[in-house]
């Protein structure tokens, strides 16, 4: 069941894209400017409206983390901004000047995707902000780009309707004409699913164009192979050009938006369709569901943003192992593990425990020792300014056991926080005891 349960209407202008964080909400429209959000109540923060765009804002979207946000628009550059206080962290200008019609952050938040009109895509360094590879395509304009579940490939979408898979050098592994009259919109579902032949695990890719049409694709993501892209089927419901697409986080559905104005939801496994909205009143452009809360923002032409709640069985916000059945988190799968993480405000690490595979059997029994060796995490707890000022000067080891740091985001301790938290509440009340 889904239910519409808020309209959005702060835009001056169409709505062109939508982003969730795990905590927020981000809009950015043709009026030049980008709207966030709480989740809590859909109310906007006070930085909001983001200025900084002088055209259009074609797309947004947040870091795994929610911490950085990023835009592009018709003024040729991608803006990087920080959603603790809303300041610019930069401003990167498309190499050729070209309009920027796409942007996308890694699973890692390693790196940002920026895709122009003029076909050339950029690969920036979310670390330094600075260029690390470029390229282009033969023909039409970037409007899609999805990243791969592992992060180690990214595929692009074209107007000339081409679909084409890059990996993190800027190498191109795979090319095929998927949309007669243009690529609109891609994702990937971070869900895996077997092939039931070979054993193989792929992902699933749709893709949506001018044709009308909804497309689902088998991806997989070979390091010794490369890539391979198999075409599975087409999704029926739409009556004209299809402008967007998404997987919901656990990957059981998937999320469309037409110029016939309706938003489809169909379940992924059998095609069928399981909601038809119909209440914005023109071009539905943008439509995405939230990481780890049951809800669906879609955005139209007609100004406004629609936010849905529907039904649905993952681990949300607030639960945790502790307070969860050790059965009921035996039979997690890796997606349900995903959105725990992300409720507990642990997001980078998503893609981390995806790699290894960590559904809620493995996460029961996971030790320090295991997350130390195994999943190469670093297993210590250091002062934020420390770590600050060690990796400020270029050191790229732990400096408990020397070994390289694969990831240099820091993730805030919250188990230790509230263990001191509570310790100097028992020491307070024992102060006041005495």
């Given at each position: 069941m889904a239910t519409l349960i808020h309209t959005l209407a702060d835009h001056s202008d169409d709505v062109n894209c939508c982003a969730f964080s795990p905590s927020l909400l981000a809009t950015c429209s043709l009026d030049k400017t980008v709207r966030i959000y709480s989740l809590n109540?859909?109310?906007?923060?006070?930085?909001?409206?983001?200025?900084?765009?002088?055209?259009?804002?074609?797309?947004?979207?947040?870091?795994?983390?929610?911490?950085?946000?990023a835009s592009c628009s018709t003024d040729g550059t991608t803006m990087v901004w920080d959603t603790r206080g809303g300041q610019v962290l930069a401003v990167l200008g498309q190499p050729s000047g070209s309009p920027v019609r796409v942007c996308r952050f890694s699973p890692e938040s390693t790196y940002l995707v920026s895709g122009a009109a003029d076909g050339s895509v950029v690969l920036w360094n979310v670390q330094s902000l600075k260029m690390y590879r470029s390229g282009s395509v033969k023909d039409g304009s970037l409007v899609a780009c999805a990243f791969?579940?592992?992060g180690n490939c990214f595929v692009t979408g074209s107007s000339w309707g081409d679909i084409t898979v890059w990996d993190d050098t800027m190498r191109c592994l795979y090319n095929e004409k998927a949309h007669d009259l243009g690529v609109t919109c891609c994702d990937i579902s971070s869900q895996p699913i077997s092939d039931g032949e070979h054993g193989s695990r792929y992902f699933q890719m749709a893709s949506c164009g001018q044709d009308n049409k909804?497309?689902?694709?088998?991806?997989?993501?070979?390091?010794?192979?490369?890539?391979?892209?198999?075409?599975?089927?087409?999704?029926?419901?739409?009556?004209?050009?299809?402008?967007?697409?998404?997987?919901?986080?656990?990957?059981?559905?998937l999320v469309s938006g037409s110029v016939d104005k309706c938003v489809i939801i169909y379940e992924t496994n059998t095609g069928n369709i399981l909601h038809t909205l119909s209440q914005h009143t023109r071009y539905v452009t943008t439509c995405v569901f939230a990481p780890c809360t049951a809800l669906l923002a879609t955005g139209s032409m007609d100004k406004t943003v629609n936010i849905w709640q529907f039904d649905s069985?993952?681990?949300?916000?607030?639960?945790?192992?502790?307070?969860?059945?050790?059965?009921?988190?035996?039979?997690?799968?890796?997606?349900d593990v995903s959105a725990w993480l992300c409720a507990q405000g642990l997001t980078d690490l998503v893609g981390l425990f995806k790699r290894n595979n960590i559904d809620g059997k493995e996460l029961l029994h996971l030790t320090k020792e295991s997350l130390t060796n195994e999943l190469k995490i670093d297993g210590y707890s250091y002062e934020k300014e420390a770590m600050e000022n060690w990796i400020s000067n270029k050191r790229r080891s732990s400096p408990m056991t020397n070994l390289p740091?694969?990831?240099?985001?820091?993730?805030?301790?919250?188990?230790?926080?509230?263990?001191?938290?509570?310790?100097?509440?028992?020491?307070?009340?024992?102060?006041?005891?005495?």
């Amino acid at each position: 069941m889904a239910t519409l349960i808020h309209t959005l209407a702060d835009h001056s202008d169409d709505v062109n894209c939508c982003a969730f964080s795990p905590s927020l909400l981000a809009t950015c429209s043709l009026d030049k400017t980008v709207r966030i959000y709480s989740l809590n109540d859909f109310t906007e923060l006070s930085y909001s409206p983001l200025k900084g765009h002088t055209y259009a804002v074609h797309c947004c979207c947040f870091s795994p983390s929610g911490h950085i946000l990023a835009s592009c628009s018709t003024d040729g550059t991608t803006m990087v901004w920080d959603t603790r206080g809303g300041q610019v962290l930069a401003v990167l200008g498309q190499p050729s000047g070209s309009p920027v019609r796409v942007c996308r952050f890694s699973p890692e938040s390693t790196y940002l995707v920026s895709g122009a009109a003029d076909g050339s895509v950029v690969l920036w360094n979310v670390q330094s902000l600075k260029m690390y590879r470029s390229g282009s395509v033969k023909d039409g304009s970037l409007v899609a780009c999805a990243f791969s579940p592992n992060g180690n490939c990214f595929v692009t979408g074209s107007s000339w309707g081409d679909i084409t898979v890059w990996d993190d050098t800027m190498r191109c592994l795979y090319n095929e004409k998927a949309h007669d009259l243009g690529v609109t919109c891609c994702d990937i579902s971070s869900q895996p699913i077997s092939d039931g032949e070979h054993g193989s695990r792929y992902f699933q890719m749709a893709s949506c164009g001018q044709d009308n049409k909804v497309k689902v694709w088998l991806i997989l993501f070979a390091d010794s192979l490369g890539v391979e892209l198999r075409y599975k089927c087409t999704l029926s419901g739409h009556s004209a050009p299809v402008l967007a697409c998404a997987f919901s986080y656990d990957g059981q559905m998937l999320v469309s938006g037409s110029v016939d104005k309706c938003v489809i939801i169909y379940e992924t496994n059998t095609g069928n369709i399981l909601h038809t909205l119909s209440q914005h009143t023109r071009y539905v452009t943008t439509c995405v569901f939230a990481p780890c809360t049951a809800l669906l923002a879609t955005g139209s032409m007609d100004k406004t943003v629609n936010i849905w709640q529907f039904d649905s069985k993952q681990p949300c916000a607030g639960n945790t192992v502790e307070n969860e059945s050790e059965v009921a988190v035996q039979n997690w799968s890796e997606d349900d593990v995903s959105a725990w993480l992300c409720a507990q405000g642990l997001t980078d690490l998503v893609g981390l425990f995806k790699r290894n595979n960590i559904d809620g059997k493995e996460l029961l029994h996971l030790t320090k020792e295991s997350l130390t060796n195994e999943l190469k995490i670093d297993g210590y707890s250091y002062e934020k300014e420390a770590m600050e000022n060690w990796i400020s000067n270029k050191r790229r080891s732990s400096p408990m056991t020397n070994l390289p740091l694969h990831s240099l985001m820091l993730t805030p301790n919250r188990t230790l926080k509230m263990a001191i938290s509570r310790w100097l509440e028992t020491q307070q009340k024992y102060g006041e005891t005495t």
